[in-house]
């Protein structure tokens, strides 16, 4: 038996109708907001998620946080997690538009039937979908993504609970949905790609430093305590010696008297001891090692240096500092002997030396309290030769070309090209600052005033 095309129609016509009337437009209101609180909740969730430290998290499991115990065990398996959050998610999000197709689009459009406007109801169907979209992408993603990430992620700790629910109507669905997946991988040979965990770069590691600086929840100690255990990596031995220039030394030869005479003189407790020049370091001079033998030595016994001292230990001048650190604590070895690529002295080191690039300066009671680097005004600092270019690079935010030298005194000399005489005062310029030489010692820059000029336009040099 076969029904005409007028039957069908109004049987279609008595189905929509039942529908309405089983529906007000008010129940009909009410699920479609239903739904778009769901899917924006679900969204502010993920996004807390986020943004959750797990540190935070542990922190409040174990204070007995009922809710941040329930979202440990959940998350034990991270990647299952989020595939059920997404499950539900997209779940919420087609509840949404088929209902609203379904029966809030015709709860309009009979409206507008009974207004006389029937001509017009595809387009007013249209219009209204349209606006129903655009209340979902506002109320149901974008709103809730923007309020949610705050305060750490404690937002996924509190209301958590709210999300079980969701989670055990997603989760058969997501199962079967992972099943079927990976059975249709297998029939076709297709391997799947794991995702690798994520690990910053030192990069990308050292700009979210300068972000949470930014936004004040780094203190500027703890920063550049960061930074240059970053930085420690990076350095060898001739960046951070004291140059052959500064070394007090003494040579083998000296007596009793002699040696005395110089250790009253400088506030220092290791000296190296060389024999002819400095060049040629033999030893080191403890001073604790000379107390012990200075009551052998009033009894009469012939002084020696060559019996007190120990023997020197030495380093390339391209050693990187890391590897140094650790062989020095392992060898039990307070100062090294920095050597160049001859054989010759560069300079000199401590231990001293190399955990003060992580902590920063040490001063005990025989430092000079000198500051390296002072701003006498806004834009304006005085330096010493020695300070580092890349710390200069950091206070005034200019960045200066890698090239052979490590301190303001090399850069002047290099953009000079000529090392000044100690009578001239000259000047120089890179990009908006300018350098002038204030003192000149032993054929060294000893001082510099660094200006800042905010009038200056075009591109570093």
Known sequence: MYCSTMDIAVFASAERSLQLALLSPGSAIALTLLFLVLSGFLVAFLKAIRVLSPLRLQENAEAGNRNARTLMRRMEDPAKFHREVMTARIILATAYFVWNAIYTVPLIIDLFDNLSLSAAKGWIAFAFFALLTLLFLIFGYSIPERVSGGKDGLFAIRYGFLVSPLLLLARPIECFVHASGNLILKLFGIREVETADFAPTEQEFLQMLETGHAKGMIEDDNRELIANLFDFDDKIAAEIMTHRTEIEALPIESGYDETMSFLYSTKYTRFPVYKGTVDNVIGVLHVKDLLFHKGEINQGYEFSLAEIMRPAWFTPESRNISDLFHDMQQNHIQMAIVIDEYGGTAGLLTIEDLVEQIVGNIEDEYDEAEQEMIEIAPGTWLVDGTYPIDRLSRVTGISFAEDEYDTVAGFVI???????????????????????????????IVRVRVTRSDMWEGDDE
């Open 414 to 444: 290099e953009l000079l090209d000529r090392i000044p005489e100690e009578h001239e005062r000259p000047s120089v310029r890179y990009g908006p600052l300018t350098f002038y030489v204030l003192a000149i010692a032993d054929n060294r």
